[in-house]
């Protein structure tokens, strides 16, 4: 089977594996990457990265493809369709499906679907912790772990009791695995319909704290740290970290030096808690010049109906000051990875009232353009946000995923690379996204940054087909 080709002369590259971003050209011949060439002096004149750039392959630590069990919302065909939409080469799927992935056969469904698709796309997979996700027993970790997960994770929930997430920890990281934590204190959210603060108390809408995430983020960096000493493989990996709380916690253990690590997805870190109230405009828009939530009321930032279904997720959106930290986070290296939790539903799990409506947002898609717009607002450096889609999860990864722990522009390697044209925009339809959940708050929106080409191992997994 013959590969792509493809020659990208005076492009911007960008490659966090060796540190460099600049002027240059890539020669890709049946599907091997030929050649990088890194232009100087007059050859690199008038060529800057707000044009066409070429970048590694993104990696998704954190994706739901929802099959077995809810092929209504997506199947693992349109979410690796959706992912390659999004410039996703890697994504690491979620085992909260029916049945939930708490044993190698469910496992075995899945990479066979993907076969089946025929996606170029790298799919990998995390366990269970507890045996139904149930929070009771162990999972046999170690027959999964043979079998090819990633990680460990009884995400949608936290792992319930820290005396199982201790085990968990330690039989993992005998394994080489991290368990993959969701941080909630479910008794703290209980009836919780979006982020605690001003924007719930004006709609009316129960309160989700803050230490909701806080305190369980505490309780799991802790109980790492009981375990390391017996267990020095041990690692920790906090999914969806959305407060500033949270981060100092993971910031003082990294400090430390214990083996922690974390994501923020691009909701978080560009969207905020007025979006229930119906605000369109991005966190570093929602904040004065001292950093401090403005008014949304008082503003006229209001351009949408309230309470849109499409703004529940879990965790919730928060206040503009978490989403702030969100980004220092990114920039300081605190936060490792930027992670989609992309997070399909049937149009039917929403169109309900909405603190009755399934939690979250199909994000795979959109996740570069909110990324993109964090660059443009200068929140985030381009070189910085690239290796967080890209470096950062695969050193989480290592050596479980086929590109071997990095995520580098390799010369003579099968191309796995996005071409992006930073120049142009796009408008968020329904019908545009490849995922079949449409559940996203940014429908109708233009979003910067259109993705060209997507090569994952050698082939074509997205080519843009809008001559715009
Ligand atoms: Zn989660």
């Keep these: 089977m013959s590969g792509p ?24 011949t049946d599907g091997i990457l030929e050649a990088v060439t890194w232009l100087e002096g007059a050859d690199a004149d008038g060529i800057d990265d707000q044009g066409v750039i070429v970048v590694p392959g993104f990696i998704d630590l954190h994706t739901h493809l929802r099959e077995p069990g809810n092929e209504d919302a997506e199947t693992v065909a349109t979410g690796l369709a959706a992912a390659a939409h999004g410039g996703f080469t890697t994504v690491v799927a979620m085992p909260n499906t029916a049945p939930a992935l708490d044993e190698p056969s469910v496992l075995g469904r899945i990479l066979g679907a993907a076969a089946s698709s025929g996606s170029p796309v790298e799919l990998l997979a995390n366990g269970a912790v507890t045996v139904g996700r149930a929070g009771e027993t162990l999972a046999a970790l170690g027959e999964l772990a043979d079998a090819g997960v990633v990680g460990f994770s009884d995400d949608g929930s936290p792992v319930r009791s820290a005396s199982i997430l201790r085990n968990a920890l330690a039989y993992a990281g005998a394994l080489g695995l991290p368990i993959v934590d969701h941080p909630e204190d479910v008794t703290q959210t209980a009836g919780a319909e ?150 399909p539903h049937a149009a039917v799990d929403k169109a309900v009232e909405f603190g009755e409506a399934a939690n979250g947002i199909s994000g795979i898609e959109t996740a570069i353009g909110l990324v993109l717009a964090a660059v443009d607002a200068g929140e985030l450096p381009l070189a910085r946000a690239i290796a967080a889609l890209t470096t950062g999860p695969a050193l989480i990864l290592g050596s479980r995923s086929r590109r071997g722990g990095a995520a580098g522009l390799v010369e003579g390697a099968p191309a796995d690379l996005v071409v992006i044209d930073r120049s142009a925009s796009w408008t968020v339809t329904a019908a545009g996204l490849a995922s079949r959940g449409k559940n996203s708050p940014l429908l109708g929106m233009d979003l910067p940054g259109r993705v060209l080409v997507t090569l994952a191992g050698g082939r074509i997994a997205y080519e843009s087909t809008d001559p715009g």
């Design 5 to 28: 080709d493809l020659d990208l002369s005076r492009v911007w590259l960008v490659d966090p594996a060796s540190g460099r971003e600049g002027p240059g050209e890539i020669v890709v």
């Design 194 to 343: 979006m982020g605690d603060g001003v924007v719930a108390t004006v709609l009316g809408l129960r309160g989700w704290p803050v230490a909701a995430e806080a305190t369980s983020v505490a309780r799991a960096i802790a109980m790492l740290a009981e375990v390391l000493p017996d267990v020095p493989g041990a690692r920790l990996h906090l999914t969806h970290v959305s407060t500033g709380e949270s981060l100092a916690l993971i910031r003082l253990a990294k400090a430390r030096g214990w083996p922690v690590t974390c994501d923020i997805t691009p909701h978080h870190l560009a969207l905020t808690d007025e979006w229930v109230a119906g605000a369109r405009r991005f966190a570093w828009d929602a904040v004065d010049a001292d950093g401090v939530a403005r008014d949304p009321w008082a503003d006229g930032a209001l351009l949408a109906a309230p309470y849109a279904a499409s703004t529940r997720v879990n965790p919730p959106l928060r206040c503009a000051e978490d989403a702030m930290a969100c980004l220092a986070a990114l920039r300081d290296g605190t936060a490792d990875a930027i992670a989609t939790d992309h997070a």
